[in-house]
């Protein structure tokens, strides 16, 4: 796969060089806008991105008025499946044959950093809103990559900090074996170590297990005091229920979903779930600006937005801005534009775009409610405190993006 | 000691899906002699009935009607069955008098169909089976662990089946029969025996247990499309450990190699999903005919 990826990509630049982009500033090539949702369509992300992410889009667009400059904004949406190939591919044949301007959602992080480095090449603008490894502000950093709601830095910070000060000093780790797990995992690790805290375990559990019993039974045997669960979605659902199931909390250790979305509180229950702290950049029911919409988004969706769909619509609606603010889709002027802007919407106040690539803005720890507390079916977060985005997001002093130092 | 046995409990819980999985297989291929590849489609479909059946007849049939735990371990493996007679009867016997990778092509083939059907209406990552019972949704505590009942009842019941099967095919007189229809087939004939009867039934008993296998399954794992295709290659191997065409070896064989994976999550963790190949390896090396088959 590595092989085809590497073939692919002196392909991709020899093709780029070839087709060097001919449009001047002040008009759109192609005369329409054209958004791609490259996201996971069918598997364990489905809910929390997958066909949402296109809604979330959607709405983007229409609430922009359908056109920018007068000219038509479409969309065009597809199931990376997953697979770093198939999602480069994909990315491929839509810019070089259907003229595709900017490229969202991007869950799945070994799909993200195999399409934003296509993307460099291409010189497309890539808005990740699903992916969480740094790895893409950072190592791999590219000057049209994007990286939007949140990141593997950003995770721990809240949770794992909240989670050590508690008392839950020693950690055991359950990892998804793929570029985002490991980076979540060794962020979260250093944020245990930089309290004080110690790293006893770890294991790697590959992408969509479906039976953890094992796995949580040697992070049992360890001891730890925190079982910390680097996977997100499904893999966090099927994870958080079986522990359940062998009475693992119950035993006397905690926790912690690194990664947690809504959609994955609401489907295991909030019996199951009550109690769980994680970090968040979006909170659908915080005010009445993220309830109106998020209520507009339900009656199309039929569930409540997760934090990567509420961004897809900030995202899009952003770089439209963007575009019709400069009168050009060329990506090194709007990329120049949306790293001026202060970004200002219902997903997010005063966020700013580094020259990483990484979009910095305030971060939230919440805790499941307890299903007393909970009003309505949705009704499932409580706030607890919120992470500035200067503590959330890694400082451009610091960062190892070759962008920047 | 607490972590030896609780690993080795749940290596038992995936060891029964292993003995009653290879089983089926063992049973098909010891009296057909057809390699069947479809038997991972045929468990995947057990466990999509039991999901269908609970919650899906009244939204796609409009049929108000919900087929519980208990009917679904009746009938999937009828449904599948019957499947399997179709397989058999307009497929599979045109291919006879072929080589054995004919068979195991056409099964292959039937595989990929039944999987790229499912993966197009359902979730590949898995839908959870909401149906399980009340009366087994509890938990056991066994002292040196918590163990959901369901996952309990699943074993006592896969074991009972497979030794079952094993005990009406050496044992009775149905069982002689059958194996006589497969040491001597134009033998048996002349003695009066409906011989293509009894072995598109095998067939189909063979399928239907693959079934029954699948809705065991799915309230511990997830229904998914992809969930045979994970478990028939293990299961392969177990029957090639265990010996083609041996019942009680596909039997003891499931069921020591799951514990075999389940203790090697204690010692050795990394090692745990690559340790029954490495010991079909050396039981290919060393007993080519496998542990409990013959060498003809």
Redesign the interface.
Known sequence: MFTNWKQGLVGAVATATLTLPLTAAGALSDDKIKIGVLSDM???Y?SLEGPGAVIAAQMAIEDFGGSVMGKPIEIISADHQNKPDIGASTAREWIDAKDVDMITALDNSSVALSVQGLAKDKKIITMNTGAGTTALTEEQCTPYGIHYVYDTHALPVGTATAMVKNGGKSWFFITADYAFGHSLRDNTGAVVKSLGGEVVGN?NAPL?T??F??YL??AQ?SGADVIGLANA??DTV?AIKQAN???IVQ?GQKLAGMLVFLTDVHSMGLDIAQGLQFTTAFVWNQNEETKAWSNRFNERHGAMPTMVQAGVYSAVTNYLKAVEETGTDDSDTVRAKLGEMTLNDMFVKGGKIAPNGSMLHDMYLVEVKKPSESKSEWDLLNVISKIPADQAYISMADTKCSLVN | MQVILAQALLGLNVGVFYAILSLGLAVIFGLLNIINFAHGAMYMLGAFIALIGYSLLEQWFGISLQVGFWASLLVAPVIVGILGVLIERLLLKRLYDLDHIYGLLLTFGITLILQGLFANYFNVSGTPYPGQPEALSGVVNLGFMYFPTYRLFAIVFSLVVCFATWWVIEHTKLGSRLRAGVENPDLTQAFGLNVPLMVTLTFAFGAGLAGLAGVLAAPIYSVSPLMGADLIIVVFAVVVIGGMGSIMGAILSGLALGLIEGLTKVFYPPAASTVIFFLMVLVLLFRPAGLFGKEK
Do not use: A, E, P
């Open positions: 069918s598997g364990v489905k294991v969509s479906n039976d019993s094992s039974l040697q045997s979605g499904q099927n199931q062998f009475r035993s």
